[in-house]
């Protein structure tokens, strides 16, 4: 494992543009990707003639670098790749083009598209059917989604948890929801509502998990040097990184002592000068909230088994919402649970909104530092500190 | 036994494919889903360190050996993880509406070692814990022997 990290607050993100997620459907992937790509390029100060790197993650139904390039009216570009989903891949591959000299400014697009497969509305729609595979999975399964259904009762079975910080995290999320104007759900969730809720897969209920959604968020990075003549606050990538472990089949996975977190965790310490005391804003993915149980406690902030005692002693009663040490707060944009399966791309846009002061309702007076955790236990761990260039 | 062993011979990679394309059948994996058809569970190992591993794989991650063979396991283990199913891809026989148990069972051969699948009709609600000894039994669904798991004889 190593310790260099020579890109440290070399790359900035200085463009952001968001589509918002719906459940409504009828808009085509590439006009999603376009939307939030022709805001992310605005907001930059840049035009299409500027862009010479395209990365768009590579989502089922999703346009591909090429398309999107195509659709831009993009005139010549040296990097386009379409990296696996969930965000920080995508922001590493860019940021690597960035400090390599593959590119110099770089678009990255993070669309999700409904399919027939995760969701009705999807499978009635003509233009969307013909991605059904048409092979229907046996229910006795415990890989991709299931899994954490069937960890989370491996966790609560381990540490003699209950259900109480699980509800925390999916209150928090909504209640900060409320002033997220591109959240899909933004109504406040109440502990009753969350005890009476429908079990999906026992033990996790239907606010445990995020909803399948339609939508695009697109970031634009460049060097933090060239950053500086553009319009808004750099903000830069200061460490950030994947990890997995070898052993990550789902259910073969040896314990919840070691997954890829803990990787993630122990790099960005090799690697980042800022971590838990020094951050201003958290933002641990809760596309399942086991997720962001685990991520409280491998990045440090309780020991194993105790963010049941971690979450309930940081809660902050009157705004139904988890705030450390009463002063940072978590997933400020109502997180996956609100906006919907995004894979951490709003994790990582809400970020950088904040830290570049343009989070509107939503702004942290003074925040500085970042760290988002997106990603699960298995194939796609990751996580970012961001800092506002100085 | 039932008919269905005698056809195994026969069974050609097509069919056999169409029989488990829902288990997600690859190459790699095509004979523990032979030994199936025959009401035996295969896992497959490692021939010259002896090590288990599931899903099955073309080498061994321990030893980098490509002499992998499949050998049937007890089937006998706990409930390792544990879920019940309110939702979810229609099948023959299982009613969400009453919940349907999915349990990962940490078989008795090796750390770790792990078959997922569900418990048999007549589980005793009391015992589907983590914790639990089991041990497989074969059922059918769709006239395709499937293995399960019953609370362990004690
Ligand atoms: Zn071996």
Redesign the pocket.
């Given at each position: 494992m190593t310790d260099r990290n020579p890109m440290k607050d070399q790359v900035a993100i200085v463009g952001l543009g968001s589509t918002g997620f719906s459940r409504e459907g009828g808009a085509s992937s590439l006009s999603m990707a376009l939307a939030a790509a022709t805001e992310a390029i605005t907001d930059a100060g840049l035009t299409a003639a500027d862009i010479d790197g395209i990365v768009a993650t590579n989502e089922p139904g999703a346009s591909g670098p090429e398309a999107i390039a195509a659709g831009l009216g993009i005139t010549e570009a040296t990097h386009h790749t379409k990296p696996t989903p969930v965000a920080v891949f995508s922001l590493l591959d860019a940021a690597r083009a960035v400090f390599t000299g593959a590119a110099d400014h770089v678009l990255v697009v993070t669309p999700v598209v409904m399919g027939p497969w995760n969701s009705r509305r999807a499978a009635a729609d003509p233009w969307r059917r013909g991605a059904r595979s048409g092979i229907l999975p046996v229910p006795e399964d415990a890989t991709m989604a299931a899994a954490y259904a069937a960890w989370a009762s491996r966790y609560i079975h381990e540490f003699g948890a209950t259900k109480d910080p699980f509800a925390r995290v999916a209150i928090n999320s909504r209640t900060n929801a409320a002033a997220n104007p591109l959240a899909a759900v933004d109504t406040p969730l109440s502990f009753g509502a969350y005890e009476a809720a429908r079990m999906i897969r026992e033990p996790l209920n239907i606010y445990d998990m995020d909803l399948p959604v339609d939508g695009a968020d697109a970031f634009v990075l460049t060097s933090a040097e060239r950053a500086r003549s553009l319009p808004h606050t750099p903000v830069l990538i200061h460490a950030a990184t994947s990890g997995i472990v070898g052993k990550n089949d789902e259910d073969q996975l040896d314990g919840l002592h070691r997954t890829g977190q803990h990787v993630v965790v122990d790099q960005l310490r090799r690697t980042s000068d800022i971590w838990i005391d020094d951050i201003d804003l958290f933002y641990p993915y809760e596309g399942f909230t086991i997720i962001t149980l685990t991520w409280f406690e491998n990045c440090g902030f309780c020991p194993p088994g105790e963010a049941e005692r971690f979450l309930r002693e940081h809660w902050n009663d009157d705004a139904q919402r988890i705030e450390i040490h009463g002063r940072i707060p978590v997933n400020t944009h109502g997180g996956s649970l609100s906006e919907g399966a995004t894979r951490g791309t709003g994790h990582l846009r809400e970020a950088v909104h904040q830290l570049r002061g343009t989070a509107g309702a939503r702004q942290v007076d003074g925040a500085r530092a970042a760290l988002v955790t997106p990603g699960g236990f298995f194939f796609n761990p990751q996580g970012a500190v961001l800092r506002t260039a100085t | 036994m039932n008919g269905n062993s005698e056809e195994t011979d026969e069974e050609t990679d097509d069919v056999l494919i169409a029989r488990f394309a829902g288990n997600g059948i690859t190459r790699d994996s095509a004979d523990h889903f032979r030994g199936r058809l025959d009401r035996r569970l295969l896992m497959a190992r490692?021939a010259?360190?002896?090590?288990w591993q599931h899903p099955p794989r073309p080498m061994?991650p321990?030893?980098?050996?490509w002499n992998m063979t499949m050998d049937e396991v007890s089937g006998r283990g706990t409930i390792h993880l544990l879920m019940v199913l309110h939702q979810g891809p229609p099948a023959t026989g299982v009613d969400y509406s009453t919940g349907h148990p999915v349990v990962t069972v940490e078989l008795e051969e090796q750390r770790a070692l792990r078959f997922t699948s569900t418990v048999s009709d007549d589980f005793p609600a009391e015992d589907l814990a983590i914790g639990t000894a089991v041990e497989v039994e074969w059922i059918e669904r769709d006239g395709t022997p499937m293995p399960v798991f019953r609370k362990a004889a004690s």
């Open positions: - | 490692c010259d360190c002896g090590r061994c321990a030893c980098w050996s």
